[in-house]
C-alpha cells in the first residue's frame, strides 16, 4: 500500500519517526491546534473561514513558532486542497512559475482547489509579489502568505488588497506549558520521564512564545540525556537544564519579567550618569537576545526622558545610532548604539520636558474643553473676519525683538498654568535665563 504521493507507508512511518519533534507534533486537525484561540476559537474569524468551506487568500502575521504553517496547512486538508509550499527565502519567479503550472493542471483534472503558501512572504521583491497577482483574481489558486514583518510596509498594496490578515501572537505560558504536556503525555521524548515545574517555566521563558524554539529544545535535552543515562529516563530538574543547555538558557526571556528588569537597570545607569554600568546592561541585553532595533527604540526614548533640553543633540545623536544600525546590521551597527549610550550617560540630564508634558496632560484630560480666543483663531474667509476671528492678533515678528509682550496664549479666564521648569544643568541653564527675561519683559507690559 502506498500513500496519496506513492511512497509506500512503511516509508512514510519511518520517515515521520525520523523528523524533527516540531513536525512529528504538528497538529493534524483544528482541534489540536494550542493558542491563537482569538482566531480559532468558537465564532472567530479563522474559524468561520475553516466552517464556511471557502478557502480565501490570506495572510498570516506573527512571530516565529506560533502556527503559520501550520494554519495554512490545515487549510489545505480542510478544504481538500492540493499543497503547494514556496520559500521567498529560497524561492524566487521559477518556483512561482511552476506553482502556477500545477495547480492549472489539478483545475483542468477534476477542478480541484489549489493552495499556494508562500513563507516569508516579504522576502519577495514587489515584482515577485506582482507575479501572484493575476492567479488570485482568476480563482486559479488560493494564495496563503506568512510574515514575521508587518504586511503593511512589506506586501505590495495590490496583494494586501486581495487577502485578509490575520494577526497570530506569540503562545502564552499556559500554551507552552499544554505543549510539554502533550509531549510528555504521547513519550516523544523516551529519554526524558518528566520534567520538574520550577524547570518547565524556565523552558517556557526561553521559548519566549515561540513553540518551535520549545520543541527544539525539548529534542536537545531528549539527546543529552540518552547520552546520560545511556537507555534510561530522568527527570529534567532545573540545575540539570542550566548544566545541559549553558550559554543557551544565560539567554533570557524576551518578554519576561528580567528582559524589563535589564531594561530598567540600563535606563537607571544612563539616567544616573555611569556610562560603563550603561555599557555593561546594554551589552547584557545584546548578549541576551535583545532585538537592537528595540535597543535603539529605547535609547531614543532616554534622551527625551531624561537628558530633554539639557542636551538636545542627544536626541540626534540617538536617532542617528538608531539609524546606523539600520543601514549596518549586526555587529557593526552595535558599536553606534554602544557610543550612544556612553553619550547619553555622560550628557547633562533634565526630566524638565517630561514633566512639563505629564503635568499638561493631566490638566487637559481634567479639565474642560476650552474655546480658542478669537485673536488667536485663524481666519481664512470674510465671514471669520466679520466673527473677529483673529482680531488684534499681535504678529511677534513685528514686534521688538520678536516677542509680543504681554500678549496671552491661553484660553480666556484660564488660570495661567507653569509646566516647564528648566533645570540648573546643560543648556537649560541659558534656556531659563531666556523664559525669565520674557517674564520680565511681560510684567513690564501689563
Known amino acids: 500500500m502506498t500513500a496519496l504521493d506513492g511512497t509506500p507507508f512503511g516509508q512514510v512511518a519511518d520517515a515521520r519517526a525520523a523528523a524533527p519533534l516540531a513536525e512529528r507534533l504538528r497538529p493534524k486537525n483544528l482541534g489540536e491546534v494550542i493558542g491563537q484561540q482569538h482566531l480559532l476559537g468558537a465564532d472567530m474569524p479563522l474559524r468561520i473561514a475553516f466552517e464556511s468551506g471557502q478557502p480565501h487568500s490570506c ?43 500545477q495547480a492549472s493542471i489539478w483545475q483542468g483534472q477534476g477542478g480541484k482547489r489549489t493552495i499556494v503558501f508562500v513563507d516569508e512572504v516579504h522576502r519577495f521583491n514587489k515584482s515577485q509579489q506582482d507575479a501572484f497577482l493575476p492567479h488570485v483574481e482568476s480563482g486559479l489558486f488560493t494564495f496563503i502568505g506568512a510574515t514575521t514583518e508587518n504586511p503593511s510596509f512589506e506586501v505590495n498594496s495590490a496583494l494586501l488588497s486581495r487577502a485578509a490578515v490575520y ?55 531528549n539527546v543529552a540525556a540518552q547520552r546520560e543515562k545511556k537507555g534510561g529516563s530522568l527527570e529534567v530538574t532545573a540545575a540539570w537544564l542550566l548544566k545541559v543547555l549553558g550559554e543557551r538558557m544565560r539567554r533570557y526571556d524576551k518578554g519576561g519579567e528580567q528582559f524589563y528588569d535589564t531594561v530598567s537597570a540600563l535606563h537607571k545607569a544612563v539616567r544616573g550618569s555611569d556610562p560603563d554600568a550603561a555599557l555593561y546592561w546594554l551589552v547584557r541585553m545584546l548578549d541576551g537576545g535583545a532585538e537592537p532595533k528595540y535597543m535603539a527604540r529605547r535609547l531614543i526614548r532616554m534622551a527625551s526622558e531624561d537628558i530633554g533640553l539639557a542636551d538636545p543633540r542627544a536626541l540626534r545623536l540617538a536617532l542617528d545610532a538608531a539609524e546606523v544600525y539600520e543601514r549596518l546590521g549586526s555587529p557593526e ?6 557610543e550612544c549610550v556612553v553619550y547619553l550617560a555622560i550628557a547633562p540630564k533634565s526630566n524638565a520636558v517630561y514633566k512639563a508634558f505629564n503635568e499638561a ?56 498654568p507653569v509646566f516647564y521648569r528648566p533645570v540648573n544643568r546643560g543648556l537649560e541653564i541659558r534656556i531659563a535665563d531666556k523664559l525669565n527675561e520674557l517674564k520680565l519683559m511681560n510684567k513690564q507690559k501689563n
Open 59 to 101: 495572510i498570516l502575521w506573527g512571530p516565529p513558532g506560533v502556527g503559520k504553517t501550520t494554519i495554512a496547512r490545515l487549510m489545505a486538508s480542510s478544504f481538500d486542497a492540493h499543497f503547494i509550499t514556496i520559500s521567498a527565502v529560497l524561492g524566487g519567479v521559477k518556483e512561482i512559475r511552476e506553482a502556477v503550472e
Open 167 to 221: 494577526v497570530l501572537q506569540p503562545l502564552g505560558e499556559e500554551d507552552l506549558k499544554q505543549i510539554i504536556a502533550k509531549v510528555l503525555a504521547e513519550k516523544a521524548l523516551p529519554a526524558i520521564k518528566s520534567i520538574a515545574p520550577d524547570a518547565a517555566d524556565q523552558l517556557v521563558a526561553y521559548a519566549d512564545g515561540d513553540a518551535r524554539r520549545l520543541l527544539n529544545t525539548l529534542e536537545s535535552l
Open 333 to 338: 551597527g552595535e558599536l553606534a548604539l554602544a
Open 361 to 416: 496632560r493631566a490638566l487637559v484630560k481634567k479639565d474642560g474643553t476650552r474655546p480658542v480666543p478669537l485673536h488667536l483663531r485663524n481666519a481664512p474667509t470674510q465671514l471669520m473676519k466679520d466673527l473677529d476671528y483673529g482680531k488684534n492678533y499681535r504678529y511677534a515678528h513685528d514686534e521688538e525683538g520678536g516677542f509680543a509682550a504681554g500678549e496671552s496664549y491661553f484660553p480666556d479666564g484660564m488660570p495661567v
